[in-house]
């Protein structure tokens, strides 16, 4: 006999159900919104991880028209979940991490036929996109905490440091980008790692996951462990011209986690989901800890510091 439990989910459209067999467990993926991102994308982009021997949750069968797919169960236990514990080695798992980083940023087929037959080609990370993304903080997170006065003008300024900054960019965008890479997408399957949650994957920046995964804001770490993880990545990647990996490593930090005060803020408003809001505090921490290291952030802390002094030390 097998049975369906709904599991936890995340912050996407998306529902999860286990499937209990005889044998085997699997997960059952719904997804009435978003369904072509949240099911034919994200199946060829695993497919393309699977493909490169990275692991990722393989296709068991596929039913689009009625909302679902069939993947496969890499069961409970997150990085995320094996590092709250008391007597864990956190930087021999992050070295892990790390190394699984690199080999995903050797990827290098960049399409593949999906489960409709078609050929799915990785978008670039274009300036646009960044664009839109930060400025999720002014759609949201000022739109509901500024006085309607200062709104617009807020706005504007905002978005025309934005585009400064994403301006400053000195690295190419030519790797994979799982894009939402920290420990919580990432399982212990027996000894190995795998990676779920890759359907918002491009080809972008190299300094970006690694900003993800270490400032990452549901999971607290000191600095000096932060630049342990960091220096770790550094020497196993001779061959990068540190001033410009750290000068991106840093934008794209205050950038993600921008936009990330603005996702959280609307999961919240238009969504219901309130538990995201308590997570908000740790990343202005984060955007504070980046912005006073670097020049390059002057404009952007003297426009915060101006409309959110409470957030900006």
């Given at each position: 006999m097998e049975s369906l439990k709904k599991i936890k989910g995340d912050a996407s459209f998306r529902e999860f159900y286990r499937k209990k067999g005889k044998n085997t467990n699997s997960i059952i993926v719904l997804?009435?919104?978003?369904?072509f991102k949240n099911l034919i994308i994200y199946e060829a982009i695993n497919r393309i991880l699977n493909k490169n021997k990275i692991l990722a949750p393989k296709l068991f069968k596929e039913n689009y028209k009625k909302n679902c797919i069939e993947i496969q169960d890499f069961g409970d236990n997150t990085i995320f979940n094996i590092l709250r514990r008391k007597k864990v080695n956190k930087f021999s798992y992050f070295k892990k991490i790390i190394?699984?980083?690199i080999r995903l940023?050797?990827?290098?087929?960049k399409n593949i036929k999906n489960l409709k037959n078609k050929i799915y080609y990785i978008p670039k990370y274009n300036e646009k996109i960044l664009i839109d993304e930060a400025n999720l903080f002014s759609k949201w997170y000022a739109?509901?905490?500024l006085k309607?006065?200062?709104?617009?003008i807020f706005t504007k300024k905002f978005e025309k440091i934005i585009r400064k900054l994403v301006s400053k960019l000195q690295l190419k965008n030519d790797v994979f980008v799982h894009r939402d890479f920290h420990v919580s997408n990432l399982m212990l399957v027996r000894d190995e790692i795998g990676v779920i949650d890759s359907q918002d994957a491009l080809i972008g920046n190299r300094a970006y996951d690694l900003a993800s995964l270490?400032?990452?804001?549901r999971f607290k770490t000191s600095k000096s462990f932060k630049k342990k993880v960091y220096d770790y990545y550094l020497r196993k990647q001779k061959s990068l011209i540190k001033n410009k990996f750290k000068n991106d490593f840093e934008i794209l930090s205050v950038l993600r986690n921008l936009k990330i005060i603005g996702i959280f803020t609307r999961l919240s408003l238009r969504d219901g989901k309130k538990k995201y809001i308590k997570l908000?505090?740790?990343t202005w921490e984060l955007?504070?800890?980046r912005i006073k290291e670097n020049e390059v952030f002057f404009d952007l802390k003297s426009l915060l510091s101006q409309n959110f002094e409470k957030k900006i030390k």
């Open positions: 997804a009435k919104k978003e369904k190394d699984l980083l940023q050797l990827v290098k087929n739109e509901e905490n309607n006065s200062k709104k617009k270490i400032d990452d804001v908000i505090p740790y955007i504070n800890m």
